[in-house]
């Protein structure tokens, strides 16, 4: 081979390579975090990311089940106060602790909610922690 045919050559496997490798961006469906690779094809960022939003996932807490009668304690706590109170204002009682105990149930099941939303938030967010510092061990950088 002469000199020109394997110049000719290594020009050819370096467009292929290149044309391998050509880089580009690859964003996780669930955070919409958006991942930059250089270096390698989009099957391996692919593969890579995969195995970043498994590592992520597997952190996740079971979201806790709130039964539909909890805000025991606070219809316990607002049959109290409403009773309390209606003895004080001179009243039956039985009325004043009704409205105690309902406020109570009430303000016990919006309370619950809250926790669920708090600990659904917790969770997405230590997804997007895991999975960020996952693919940047990677030597990906996150564009977002």
Do not use: W
Request: hydrophobic fraction near 40%; charged fraction near 15%.
């Amino acid at each position: 081979m002469n000199k020109r045919t394997k110049l000719l050559g290594l020009s050819l496997v370096m467009t292929s390579l290149s044309a391998l490798a050509s880089g580009g961006y690859i964003t996780d469906p669930t955070t919409h975090i958006s991942f930059n690779y250089d270096n390698v094809t989009l099957e391996v960022a692919q593969q890579e990311l995969a195995t970043c939003q498994g590592v992520a996932e597997s952190t996740l807490t079971a979201p806790t089940e709130t039964k539909k009668g909890s805000g025991v304690k606070g219809a316990a706590k607002g049959a109290a106060a409403g009773a309390a109170v209606g003895a004080i204002s001179g009243g039956s009682g039985s009325d004043a602790a009704k409205t105690g105990a309902a406020i109570g149930v009430v303000s016990g099941r919006v309370s619950g909610r809250r926790a669920g939303a708090q600990a659904k938030e917790d969770n997405n967010a230590m997804y997007a922690t895991v999975l960020r510092n996952c693919m940047i061990d990677k030597k990906y950088n996150a564009l977002n």
